[in-house]
């Protein structure tokens, strides 16, 4: 753009009059509750300003019935203990119990000349009256989750603008019998709505079913005009690279506008990108909703979106308006929008589908995910934090399940900024929509395939969800539900009409694991195995080419148990043998916090004797499971596969399995080994045949590159295995030397350490993997009976809310392994929670430093905090941290 041209732009825009001051405001305090059977007066009376709320209880909104009695102390937190069995079900209680009024006062004066004020609710479960100020919004109930409301109110605003809304919220129909199947007794899914809350293997009950209204409620202010679901398609045509000069890409941009007035209304729909602007004339009649697309537009040497590990994650502002009279807003709509375009294709050699993304395939690293919180308290801070914690794991893709929602726009949000993209279930699932035959399911399958019982309301709602979150770079593809395809019309209707009219850009796949997305020509597709498994099955062991479930077990440390166990029931389990049944003993708690048997794989290092041993003991295991799945994968890169997806990251309860970090944000040893596994290039050790090999993600080849591999022993005592100089092309895995002879005979007696070390030209490491190995008996005896050794740390603020902490192993003394950094309160001792570590659960070779990154949000008038060390055999250290105050 000539300067010229840019500064006529930034006339042409000072020139224009803006909107009122506060266009868009959410309505999330002051809210008051009551349950229905309390509440003598009907909607009409009940929304009248006047009307006295003597005795009502503080509301959370965003929120739900529970969350309301939580905050109210009328219900002890059900993520603790066994605190879940001591709230009534809604199952027993009756819909009445969990059937509430929701009031809300709030000031908004009447629209002045031809202005126009607007009521959304992003979501209310099950369905709800509408009421303001005597009023009723909605002529008929409003049913459905996942279907946003929108409603006029300029006639309703009192002429002192003094206003109340009212909303009762009656919960889903059925409810569900929670028996302990996997959606209970399955009736839940005759709604459009979550189906975990009626249980699942992974979380008791949600005893109100999330009854409320559980997403944001605001009040916008327009002119004549209400412009509304904008959407932007980006095409990027050719292969590309993430640097270097960039050829043209292409925007396709729509948007409706909305006229509720009585005249036609003429102006102009503008956007503007790069600092370009694009026009379009419009005539919008009255009482009428207009689409409107815009002049194709190009954007010269664009900025692209990567998926994490591939490349930047560049967004541009996009800010649409549309304007009467040539320079006066009536309404306007901002955007990030991510520069990329999705595709796919079959492997031909795989026999599954590979995405890709700027014309270059993509191999996925996945997490499942179910949901940010079970009891829907959702945050941006939060999913924030949860994202970052998957874009730290070196994942690029996340899969919404489809037991829960299609996610807040908030999620996609942090999934732009992380590069994590976005599989997105719809709502149905194997479990509950009848894949199988299920004796605690209420109904037969022949039934359960028609759920839910309101088809036209399902295509209703995911035609206005795919409205919401079409815009954002991250989604990547569509699927019609978890391990079950929704009913014929349905999936006819997505497939056939709403997806190619409302999207048209991304990949649908049927069901999670359909032969569409990949097919073993060994028996069909599928998923799994969910629990521990030897090391050795995840290289050796070929499955699915794209599985989009595949897990093992997650269990935090001692500190992490704590936080939901009472003391009382902080007992470690123990393994019993492979011919008792059960296999373990476990504490009736841990049952109920759906823990998974870790068997056997904890002996090696010895039974663990208290559950401080056990927690650490579990980490050493986690790092490994984790590391290992990811590795094995990536070593077959695509000859056996294409992708898998870990089932699962994490856990919205505080659940005992399959999860990265707990429920309270904080990692476990998983995170890490995940981390390690699944570096973008990465050298590792081949277990099964004993070969070095490095798998290199990235779109160019790596030169020059120096391959140094070490063998330490328990005493610290270094053998150099080999140095060479090595090449990684673009895009693959390849074996590079057997080590076999020289494992074997190092580590027969204790076992031995394994340093693996990708070097450049200038000494940089730009891999490293450290692996402990057992001795010949496969035990870690050597490990059992470590010495210790001193570690010197260090720690310094580096800037606000980021520390350094420096480890230093003397020469000559054993390898300081298997390190957990925490910060943590002065006071207390116990963690902050989130901290982001550039590394954790570190080892420290003799002679050498190591230097972890910790990044964190300082909180007003708190301490400043000091970093906990403590190793396998390093005892507890804790540092202060130079330079750091209190905020």
């Known amino acids: 753009m000539t300067i010229f041209r840019y500064l006529l732009l930034l006339l042409t825009l000072a020139s224009i009059s803006p909107l009122a001051a506060q266009q868009r405001y959410e309505l999330n305090s002051g809210w008051q509750a009551m349950p229905i059977a309390k509440v003598p007066a009907a909607g009409a009376q009940l929304s009248r300003p006047g009307y006295a709320l003597t005795g009502w209880l503080p509301a959370v909104v965003p929120g739900t019935v529970l969350t309301t009695q939580l905050a109210n102390k009328q219900v002890p937190d059900p993520f603790f203990g066994m605190n879940n069995e001591r709230i009534p079900d809604i199952y027993r209680t009756g819909r009445d119990y969990y059937t509430y009024w929701f009031v809300k006062d709030f000031q908004e004066a009447p629209a002045a000349g031809d202005g126009q004020v607007w009521l959304h609710l992003r979501g209310v479960n099950y369905s709800c009256e509408v009421f303001l100020n005597g009023q009723k919004l909605n002529k008929q109930t409003h049913h459905g989750m996942f279907l946003r409301q929108a409603y006029n109110i300029t006639p309703y605003l009192a002429k002192d603008g003094r206003n109340r809304l009212a909303v009762v919220v009656y919960p889903p129909d059925p409810v569900g019998n929670p028996n302990g199947g996997q959606g209970g007794d399955g009736t839940i899914a005759r709604n459009v709505s979550t189906q975990y809350t009626a249980g699942w293997d992974w979380i008791r009950p949600i005893r109100d079913r999330n009854t409320g209204i559980w997403d944001k409620v605001t009040i916008e202010k327009t002119r004549a005009i209400n412009l509304k679901n904008p959407h932007v398609i980006t095409r990027v045509p050719g292969v590309r690279l993430p640097d270097g000069p960039q050829a043209p890409a292409s925007l396709d941009v729509t948007a409706e506008l909305e006229n509720p007035t009585a005249k036609a209304v003429a102006g102009t729909l503008q956007y503007t990108i790069a600092g370009q602007l694009v026009k379009q004339a419009v005539t919008v009649p009255a009482h009428a909703t207009k689409l409107v697309r815009m002049p194709a537009h190009t954007l010269a040497s664009p900025r692209l979106w990567w998926p994490n590990g591939y490349g930047p994650q560049n967004l541009y502002a996009l800010k649409m308006q549309f304007l009467t009279g040539g320079k006066t807003v009536s309404d306007e709509e901002n955007l990030q929008v991510g520069v990329r375009q999705l595709g796919h294709v079959w492997n031909e050699h795989t026999q599954s589908m590979q995405v890709l993304l700027n014309g270059q395939k993509i191999f996925v690293k996945g997490g499942n995910w179910i949901i940010s919180d079970a009891m829907l308290r959702f945050t941006k801070a939060r999913y924030d934090a949860e994202i970052?914690?998957?874009?730290?794991?070196?994942?690029?893709?996340?899969?919404?399940?489809?037991?829960?929602?299609?996610?807040?726009?908030?999620?996609?949000?942090?999934?732009?900024?992380?590069?994590?993209?976005?599989?997105?279930?719809?709502?149905?699932?194997?479990?509950?929509?009848?894949?199988?035959?299920?004796?605690?399911?209420?109904?037969?399958?022949?039934?359960?395939?028609?759920?839910?019982?309101?088809?036209?309301?399902?295509?209703?709602?995911?035609?206005?969800?795919?409205?919401?979150?079409?815009?954002?770079?991250?989604?990547?593809?569509?699927?019609?539900?978890?391990?079950?395809?929704?009913?014929?019309?349905?999936?006819?209707?997505?497939?056939?009409?709403?997806?190619?009219?409302?999207?048209?850009?991304?990949?649908?796949?049927?069901?999670?694991?359909?032969?569409?997305?990949?097919?073993?020509?060994?028996?069909?597709?599928?998923?799994?195995?969910?629990?521990?498994?030897?090391?050795?099955?995840?290289?050796?062991?070929?499955?699915?080419?794209?599985?989009?479930?595949?897990?093992?077990?997650?269990?935090?440390?001692?500190?992490?148990?704590?936080?939901?166990?009472?003391?009382?029931?902080?007992?470690?389990?123990?393994?019993?043998?492979?011919?008792?049944?059960?296999?373990?003993?476990?504490?009736?708690?841990?049952?109920?916090?759906?823990?998974?048997?870790?068997?056997?794989?904890?002996?090696?290092?010895?039974?663990?004797?208290?559950?401080?041993?056990?927690?650490?003991?579990?980490?050493?295991?986690?790092?490994?499971?984790?590391?290992?799945?990811?590795?094995?994968?990536?070593?077959?890169?695509?000859?056996?596969?294409?992708?898998?997806?870990?089932?699962?990251?994490?856990?919205?309860?505080?659940?005992?399995?399959?999860?990265?970090?707990?429920?309270?944000?904080?990692?476990?040893?998983?995170?890490?080994?995940?981390?390690?596994?699944?570096?973008?290039?990465?050298?590792?050790?081949?277990?099964?045949?004993?070969?070095?090999?490095?798998?290199?993600?990235?779109?160019?080849?790596?030169?020059?590159?120096?391959?140094?591999?070490?063998?330490?022993?328990?005493?610290?005592?270094?053998?150099?295995?080999?140095?060479?100089?090595?090449?990684?092309?673009?895009?693959?895995?390849?074996?590079?030397?057997?080590?076999?002879?020289?494992?074997?005979?190092?580590?027969?007696?204790?076992?031995?350490?394994?340093?693996?070390?990708?070097?450049?030209?200038?000494?940089?490491?730009?891999?490293?993997?450290?692996?402990?190995?057992?001795?010949?008996?496969?035990?870690?005896?050597?490990?059992?009976?470590?010495?210790?050794?001193?570690?010197?740390?260090?720690?310094?603020?580096?800037?606000?809310?980021?520390?350094?902490?420096?480890?230093?192993?003397?020469?000559?003394?054993?390898?300081?392994?298997?390190?957990?950094?925490?910060?943590?309160?002065?006071?207390?001792?116990?963690?902050?929670?989130?901290?982001?570590?550039?590394?954790?659960?570190?080892?420290?070779?003799?002679?050498?430093s190591k230097t972890v990154g910790l990044d964190y949000t300082p909180a007003a008038g708190q301490p400043a905090p000091v970093v906990s060390v403590e190793g396998w055999n390093v005892d507890k250290l804790l540092l202060p941290v130079a330079g750091a105050a209190t905020k």
Request: hydrophobic share 35%.
């Open 388 to 848: 970052r914690f998957h874009r730290d794991m070196n994942l690029n893709l996340i899969r919404i399940w489809g037991g829960a929602l299609v996610e807040r726009p908030e999620f996609y949000e942090a999934c732009d900024k992380y590069g994590l993209l976005v599989m997105q279930d719809f709502w149905v699932s194997g479990d509950a929509n009848g894949r199988w035959v299920d004796p605690q399911k209420l109904e037969d399958q022949w039934t359960r395939r028609q759920y839910p019982n309101d088809h036209r309301l399902f295509i209703n709602s995911a035609a206005d969800q795919i409205k919401m979150v079409r815009n954002y770079a991250s989604l990547g593809i569509w699927c019609g539900g978890n391990e079950i395809t929704p009913p014929h019309d349905i999936l006819t209707a997505l497939q056939d009409s709403l997806l190619p009219r409302l999207d048209g850009t991304r990949w649908f796949i049927p069901f999670s694991n359909a032969d569409s997305m990949s097919f073993n020509n060994q028996g069909g597709n599928g998923d799994g195995p969910y629990g521990i498994q030897p090391i050795s099955q995840f290289w050796a062991h070929r499955t699915y080419p794209f599985n989009s479930e595949v897990g093992s077990v997650g269990v935090g440390d001692v500190e992490s148990l704590e936080r939901f166990l009472p003391a009382a029931n902080l007992v470690a389990p123990r393994y019993l043998g492979a011919s008792s049944k059960p296999t373990e003993q476990v504490d009736s708690m841990w049952t109920y916090h759906t823990y998974i048997n870790y068997e056997q794989y904890l002996l090696p290092y010895g039974a663990p004797r208290n559950i401080k041993d056990f927690g650490l003991k579990a980490q050493l295991v986690n790092y490994d499971q984790y590391r290992a799945l990811m590795e094995g994968f990536s070593s077959h890169m695509w000859d056996w596969y294409t992708g898998s997806i870990i089932w699962k990251t994490q856990n919205p309860w505080t659940a005992m399995r399959g999860q990265m970090y707990d429920y309270y944000l904080d990692p476990n040893a998983c995170l890490y080994g995940l981390r390690s596994g699944s570096e973008p290039l990465h050298v590792m050790y081949n277990p099964v045949d004993s070969m070095v090999m490095i798998t290199n993600n990235l779109f160019r080849a790596k030169r020059d590159l120096m391959l140094v591999v070490d063998a330490y022993d328990m005493a610290g005592k270094k053998t150099n295995i080999t140095q060479v100089i090595v090449e990684a092309g673009p895009s693959m895995s390849k074996k590079f030397l057997p080590i076999n002879s020289v494992v074997k005979q190092l580590g027969q007696q204790k076992g031995l350490f394994l340093s693996l070390q990708l070097q450049d030209l200038r000494k940089q490491v730009v891999s490293n993997n450290f692996y402990w190995l057992p001795d010949g008996r496969g035990e870690y005896s050597g490990l059992q009976n470590m010495p210790k050794t001193a570690v010197r740390a260090t720690a310094h603020q580096t800037a606000l809310g980021k520390i350094a902490v420096t480890l230093t192993n003397p020469s000559g003394a054993p390898v300081a392994f298997f390190n957990r950094l925490a910060l943590v309160n002065p006071s207390t001792q116990k963690r902050i929670l989130p901290v982001f570590y550039t590394d954790n659960y570190v080892s420290v070779l003799p002679g050498e």
